[in-house]
RNA sequence: CGGGAAGUAGUUCAGUCCGGUAGAAUGCCUGGUUUGGGACCAGGUGGUCGCAGGUUCGAAUCCUGUCUUCCCGACCA
């Protein structure tokens, strides 16, 4: 059974408690491989949840699932680096193949006869071998594009972890396109942005800000990086999605080329697009409050759960003869619903278990109801419950798990927008940036002013919004820090 | 790799300054009473005090070394 010492989520060391909750709401643990995480069955739901539901939206784009290695070669990660500066050099090598029996006693020891000839790398992200790969896929025009997507695990040998959100293993999804035209593949990575973001803010509940990376921001070797940005409930912000244009760097890398209609080679144009089991760490940092998880009924492993309460087994016989009967109807519509009719806790115990599951709706049914015909029916997002009559509970419930969700992601909204601001002092910037939240400045669009502002503050440029925010213009200034032209404000934070 | 903190029961921690039989809460097990918001009573289970040396009649406690974890930096989705 649980232990219960209290939660505190709300206290003010937030990156304490995310752990905590983490733990006791039974998502995932830490695991006894350095930097690495098990993740628990009732997590692991919700991460199928997300698969399923991002797969489905990308097969309407087109997109086929395909795997790839494990192992990438040395030196296919040497071809990239010719090409493209600053990948990501902290991994995991394999450098032998077998083991043997300590010849001096217990255990087993790496055999020093088997050692490889070429060391493997732990893919870090396949983008390597999944174009030396595509290299034999592409020879003419008629073959593209190629839309494949691959969900795998990756292994970066990060310094400091912290579950869900950095994890030296972690669970993603990368999707890599070849194009025949540039304007193709860049409007194929807006379209999987435009993916990303209604599937954030529908499914998940979480407000993004869909926007382009600055150049120092830009992923190693794309020519333009776009993403999703979401704010914590502590004010930081989180990046939750990328998709990138990747140009010709990488066909031009692994000489991927096709004979276009013109009967000339053409190198052709990519895109790569990734989201990680990181989105858990968002829904956990978005919606969670002092009483533990809050999910959105769509992610919900357990929408409705249903308490029966009760003193002996006769009483539960009658309250279930009630209570089968619309569980089974509920899972007709389609809902997750779950009857706990354990009597190993009290049910005060599985009111707080519940809770701090995050379970959006809760039934509750005794004896006094079974007279009345009545049932007790609580909500998480807002810990308010009432009773109600029994006819046509389920109807009822349908629409209380939409009105639900749609609060879940109304109430991150309400957050994100009382916690953004203009700011045009760079004195008055350092200050507020502090306070955490999102600041709308103007920037003269260099990389040396971006760099100047993180050294000084730790904020960094989240995005340059595609479209103005909700309640703001679009109009040009003055770069806060030079006073220099700027375009459009964009969006400065401390982030994960 | 720099700066801080911590390793003691399944979990959270006290005890360390000032050496002298290993503690609390919670969990777990048994029995009974309970059950409409994390139940109560009684009994029980559970620890080579991170590891290795040293000092001492005696070390969780003092000394030396070492490993690990967490937090803040650098790195990163």
Excluded at 274 to 299: E, F, K
Aim: charged content about 25%.
């Amino acid at each position: 059974m649980a232990n219960f010492q209290k939660l505190t989520p709300r206290s003010e060391d937030y990156s304490k408690w995310y752990n905590e909750l983490v733990v006791k709401a039974d998502l995932a643990e830490q695991s006894a491989v350095r930097g690495c995480m098990v993740i628990k069955p009732y997590g692991y739901a919700i991460w199928e949840t997300i698969q399923s539901e991002l797969d489905r939206r990308f097969k309407e784009q087109g997109v086929k699932n395909a795997y790839f290695p494990l192992l990438i070669p040395k030196s296919f990660l040497s071809r990239e680096a010719e090409h493209v500066e600053g990948f990501a050099k902290e991994c995991a090598v394999v450098t032998h193949h077998r083991l043997m029996n300590d010849p001096n006693g217990k255990g087993v020891v790496v055999d020093p006869n088997a050692r490889l000839e070429e060391e493997l790398i732990i893919r870090p992200t396949s983008e390597t071998i999944i174009w030396s790969t595509y290299k034999n896929w592409i020879s003419s025009y008629r073959d593209l594009p190629i839309l494949c997507n691959q969900w795998c695990n990756v292994m970066r040998w990060e310094m400091r972890t912290r579950l869900f959100l950095r994890t030296a293993e972690f669970l993603w999804q990368e999707g890599h396109t070849a194009h025949a035209t540039k304007e193709e593949a860049e409007e194929y990575a807006r379209k999987m942005l435009d993916v990303y973001a209604d599937f954030a803010e529908k499914v998940m509940a979480i407000p993004v800000i869909k926007g382009v990376k600055s150049p120092n921001e830009r992923f190693a070797g794309a020519l333009n990086t776009y993403c999703i940005e979401a704010m914590m409930q502590d004010g930081k912000a989180l990046q939750a999605g990328t998709s990138h244009f990747l140009g010709q760097n990488f066909a031009k890398s692994f000489e991927v080329q096709f004979l276009s209609k013109e009967n000339k080679y053409e190198y052709v144009w990519a895109t790569s697009w990734g989201v990680s089991t990181r989105l858990m760490g968002a829904l956990i940092m978005t919606h969670s409050d002092d009483n533990g998880l809050v999910l959105p009924p769509a992610l919900a492993p357990i929408q409705v759960v249903i308490v029966p309460i009760f003193k002996k087994e006769d009483d539960l016989a009658l309250l279930l003869d009630k209570l089968n009967p619309i569980a089974d109807n509920l899972k007709r519509m389609g809902i997750r619903v779950q009857i706990d009719a354990s009597d190993k806790s009290t049910p005060g115990f599985k009111f707080a278990d519940y809770e701090m599951k995050g379970v959006p709706v809760r039934l509750a049914m005794g004896g006094r109801d079974l007279q009345n015909g009545t049932i007790e029916i609580a909500r998480r997002d807002t810990m308010t419950k009432e009773t109600i009559a029994i006819d046509g509970i389920e109807a009822t419930i349908k629409n209380l798990l939409d009105e639900i969700q749609v609060n879940c992601y109304n109430k991150a909204m309400t957050y994100r927008t009382a916690n953004i601001r203009e700011c045009d002092s760079y004195e008055e910037f350092k200050q507020e940036i502090q306070k955490g939240g999102f600041l709308l400045c103007h920037w003269d669009g260099t990389p040396e002013t971006e760099e100047k502002i993180k050294e000084e503050t730790k904020a960094t440029i989240r995005c340059i919004p595609l479209e103005a925010l909700p309640g703001y213009k679009e109009e040009p200034g003055k770069c806060m820090v030079t006073g220099k032209p700027s375009p459009r404000r964009v969006v400065f934070a401390i982030a994960y």
